[in-house]
T-cell receptor, first 112, second 116 residues
Framework: GENVEQHPSTLSVQEGDSAVIKCTYSDSASNYFPWYKQELGKGPQLIIDIRSNVGEKKDQRIAVTLNKTAKHFSLHITETQPEDSAVYFCAASMHYGQNFVFGPGTRLSVLP | NAGVMQNPRHLVRRRGQEARLRCSPMKGHSHVYWYRQLPEEGLKFMVYLQKENIIDESGMPKERFSAEFPKEGPSILRIQQVVRGDSAAYFC??????????????FGPGTRLTVT
């Protein structure tokens, strides 16, 4: 089955700097890759996603890149703010209704 | 449009009791997923349901755990004879599952189960 790895497990950046979180997946059939932000005591919130027919997607300060050949995808957050501090999870799934396989998470701390 | 709703938010049970967790999907969504999250860990898939059907229960323990999504009412995850190892946060997600796209899953706030 699918296995998703995520690095780093913790990341501290200064406010205004960029943060990059990387994930790798094992099943080449996976073709949908969402990213979730989870704040303490809350449920995961979908922040951006990418499908396998796209190499890059951007939404304001957040971008995701996908390299299908290497089977890895990355989350990029620019101009970080303290409210970006949270745990971020990547996930992978095949099309149409397959459950998500999540990475173990990255705890991001943005220092003011 | 209300989001995914889960109740209770916190549930305390003694060993051997039953736990019932409820999930109401977003309006218009007919697909529900249950995930479990242990402290400091990622989410692990448990079960995927459509109305009146279990589509995939490969992540759910064979004993003591069951799930349903009736024609009317919320989806329910039921844990019988709870043990301390069942203590975790249980999240429900719903999806529109439309033919064109619709892979997105939207999560509820979770139920935090504590077994004493």
């Amino acid at each position: 089955g699918e296995n998703v790895e995520q690095h780093p497990s913790t990341l501290s950046v200064q406010e205004g700097d960029s943060a990059v979180i990387k994930c790798t997946y094992s099943d080449s059939a996976s073709n949908y890759f969402p990213w979730y932000k989870q704040e303490l005591g809350k449920g995961p919130q979908l922040i951006i996603d990418i499908r396998s027919n796209v190499g890059e997607k951007k939404d304001q300060r957040i971008a995701v890149t996908l390299n299908k050949t290497a089977k890895h995808f990355s989350l990029h957050i620019t101009e970080t703010q303290p409210e970006d501090s949270a745990v971020y999870f990547c996930a992978a799934s095949m099309h149409y209704g397959q459950n998500f396989v999540f990475g173990p998470g990255t705890r991001l701390s943005v220092l003011p | 449009n209300a989001g995914v709703m889960q109740n209770p938010r916190h549930l305390v049970r003694r060993r051997g009791q039953e736990a019932r967790l409820r999930c109401s999907p977003m309006k218009g969504h007919s697909h529900v997923y249950w995930y479990r999250q242990l402290p400091e860990e990622g989410l692990k898939f448990m079960v995927y349901l459509q109305k009146e059907n279990i589509i995939d229960e490969s992540g759910m323990p064979k004993e003591r755990f069951s799930a349903e999504f009736p024609k009317e009412g919320p989806s329910i995850l039921r844990i019988q004879q709870v043990v301390r190892g069942d203590s975790a946060a249980y999240f429900c997600a719903s999806s529109p599952r439309q033919v064109a796209g619709g892979d997105e899953q939207y999560f509820g706030p979770g139920t935090r189960l504590t077994v004493t």
